[in-house]
């Protein structure tokens, strides 16, 4: 989860609005191996909009991957990790603006996650 949040933080550490940024985080157990996941992942992310300095960073055992890219029209960013041997998928939504930073991160739970 570090990892996760320090790949989403790192793009928008220049230029943060004195309240933000805003950063969502959710995770879910997942049994869904690491090829597929990041196909998906990346397929979902640039439909919504993510995909600019798109980039999947894997694990040193290749193990587990952490997918991030920022929005291409507002100052949010997104990083999906996929660990396969904890059986997890988390995602991260960060931005300077509230509003459209959780609404942002509404979608990607929805459309990664389904609805629970």
Same mark, same amino acid.
């Given at each position: !989860?570090?990892?996760?949040?320090?790949?989403?933080? &790192? $793009?928008?550490?220049? =230029?943060?609005? $004195?309240? =933000? $940024?805003?950063?969502?985080?959710?995770? +879910?157990?997942? %049994?869904? /191996?690491?090829?597929?996941? !990041?196909? /998906? +992942? %990346?397929? +979902? #992310? @640039?439909? !919504? /909009?993510?995909? @600019?300095?798109?980039? %999947?960073?894997? #694990? =040193?055992? &290749?193990? #587990?991957?952490?997918?991030?890219?920022?929005?291409?029209?507002?100052? %949010?960013?997104? &990083?999906?990790?996929?660990?396969?041997?904890?059986?997890?998928?988390? +995602?991260?939504?960060? /931005?300077?603006?509230?509003?459209?930073?959780?609404?942002?991160?509404?979608?990607?739970?929805?459309?990664?996650? =389904?609805?629970?």
């Amino acid at each position: !989860m570090r990892q996760l949040l320090q790949t989403l933080a &790192a $793009p928008l550490a220049e =230029g943060v609005s $004195p309240g =933000g $940024p805003f950063v969502y985080v959710t995770a +879910i157990h997942s %049994t869904a /191996g690491l090829t597929r996941s !990041m196909a /998906g +992942i %990346t397929l +979902i #992310s @640039r439909e !919504m /909009g993510f995909e @600019r300095e798109a980039e %999947t960073l894997y #694990s =040193g055992d &290749a193990q #587990s991957a952490t997918f991030h890219a920022l929005h291409r029209d507002k100052s %949010t960013s997104l &990083a999906v990790e996929v660990c396969p041997p904890r059986q997890t998928v988390s +995602i991260a939504v960060a /931005g300077d603006d509230d509003s459209t930073t959780y609404q942002l991160f509404l979608e990607a739970d929805h459309r990664l996650f =389904g609805r629970c």
